[in-house]
Structure formats: C-alpha cells, structure tokens
C-alpha cells in the first residue's frame, strides 16, 4: 500500500511558467512533510518542508501549500528555470523520533526554454 | 549546513566479489542512518535502518546477508554488498537526520554500483 501518492509522473513546463506538483498521504500520524530535489547521478536535496500548522510555506521561488483536511500538499515552483529540470520526490514522516521517510514516487520536470 | 559524506561515488567490481560503501555523518553525530536503493526513473526504496551500537532493521525482502549494515560510531556506517551479482548494480543513497536542519534528513551523494 503506497502511503505517498504523486502526480504527475512527468511534467513539461516552459521557461518562466508555474510548475506544480501534487502529493497525497495516507497515515494522519505524519506531521512533516519535505520535498526533495535530484539530479542524475546525485543523491536527493532538500529543497523545502513543512509542519502541518501551516498551510504555506515560501522560500524564495518555492512554495508548499498543506490541506491538512484533504490529506494534501504541493510543491509550487514560480517562474520555473531550466535550471530547475530533475527529479522531484515528495515526502512524509513522523517529525520525532527515528522515522524513515515514505517517498512518493518522484516526479520528472523539464523546463523547456 | 549538515553534510553526510558517501564514499565510493562509482564502483565497478566483478561478479562474486564484496564492495563496501561508506556513509560518513561530518559535523553532526547520527545515531540513525537510513539505507536506500533506487533503479533508474524510480523512487527511493528503503534497504534497512542502521541503529549506532545495535544491529540494523532490514526491510521486508532485503537479504540481511547479503546486505551487511555496520554502525560502528556516531559518525559511520557501512554497508557491505557481499557476493554481488549483477542484478545488485544499483543506485545506493544513506542518510541521517540532521539536527541542523532542523531534524530534517540529509543525503549522501550515492554510490553507483555496477557488478560485471
């Protein structure tokens, strides 16, 4: 039973446009939620996280929108660069302890120029 | 920022032969390291939880033999593919939660093994 669902599987956005990627959880006892960043070859960066006692997140071009109620949240990145071309995993877990990460199964964005 | 060190980042061994990969916490100590294994175009897929001190949780289906998890210190673990074949060539990826990021997880580089 996948615990982590994303969508889309791939995503084709041009340069300067909103790329947005969805993730759905199961468990109700995961409060921290992460999105990684991987390149080919690499291993997975943290690019943003959130608890789930707030709704949005921003860092810079990065957002995280969290509907607790719907058990949902997104990765919204503005004015996507080609730059920002990879693999983008969502994430969830317990925040304490010594929990593993459940990963959705990644989503692969092209930003074409 | 917290940095988890992964050594070798390429290997190349025969088949039959062992091949170590180390996964080394810099500035924090980690007494929990996680072990994951992902094919191409696919999700991380976790191998084990390597416990400081104590023996490693292997996931349902991970050969606990072939997989062999040390943890010897705060600030190492290893994992030994013993007797590869080429159906072990992968991507193999640790990491440990960081106190520096605030209890967020921190990767390693991964190491690609390729068994010929």
């Known amino acids: 039973q996948q615990q982590v669902k994303q969508s889309p599987q791939s995503l084709i956005v041009q340069k300067g446009g909103i790329s947005i990627i969805n993730c759905a959880y199961e468990?109700?006892?995961?409060?921290?939620f992460p999105w990684y960043q991987q390149f080919p070859g690499k291993g997975p960066a943290l690019l943003i996280a959130?608890?789930?006692?707030?709704s949005e997140k921003k860092e810079g071009r990065f957002t995280i929108s969290f509907n607790k109620s719907a058990k949902q949240f997104s990765l919204h990145i503005m004015d996507s660069q080609p730059g920002d071309s990879a693999t983008y995993f969502c994430?969830?877990?317990?925040?304490?302890?010594?929990?593993?990460?459940?990963f959705g199964k990644g989503t692969k964005l092209s930003v074409i120029p | 920022g917290a940095v988890v060190s992964q050594h070798p980042s390429r290997v190349i061994c025969k088949s039959g032969t062992s091949v170590k990969i180390e996964c080394r916490s810099l500035?924090?100590?980690?007494?929990?390291m996680f072990w994951y294994r992902q094919f191409p175009k696919q999700s991380l897929m976790l191998m084990a939880t390597?416990?400081?001190?104590?023996?490693?949780?292997?996931e349902q289906g991970v050969e606990k033999d072939k997989f062999l998890i040390n943890h010897a210190s705060l600030t190492l673990s290893t994992l030994t593919v013993t007797s590869a074949h080429p159906e072990d060539s992968s991507f193999y990826i640790c990491?440990?939660?960081?106190?520096?990021?605030?209890?967020?997880?921190?990767f390693g580089s991964g190491t690609r093994l390729t068994v010929v």
């Open positions: 994430a969830a877990t317990k925040a304490s302890g010594s929990y593993q990460l459940t």
């Open positions: 500035d924090f100590q980690a007494t929990t």
């Open positions: 390597s416990n400081e001190g104590s023996k490693a949780t292997y």
């Open positions: 468990n109700t006892a995961f409060d921290y």
């Open positions: 990491s440990a939660r960081t106190p520096q990021a605030n209890y967020g997880y921190t």
């Open positions: 959130i608890r789930p006692d707030v």
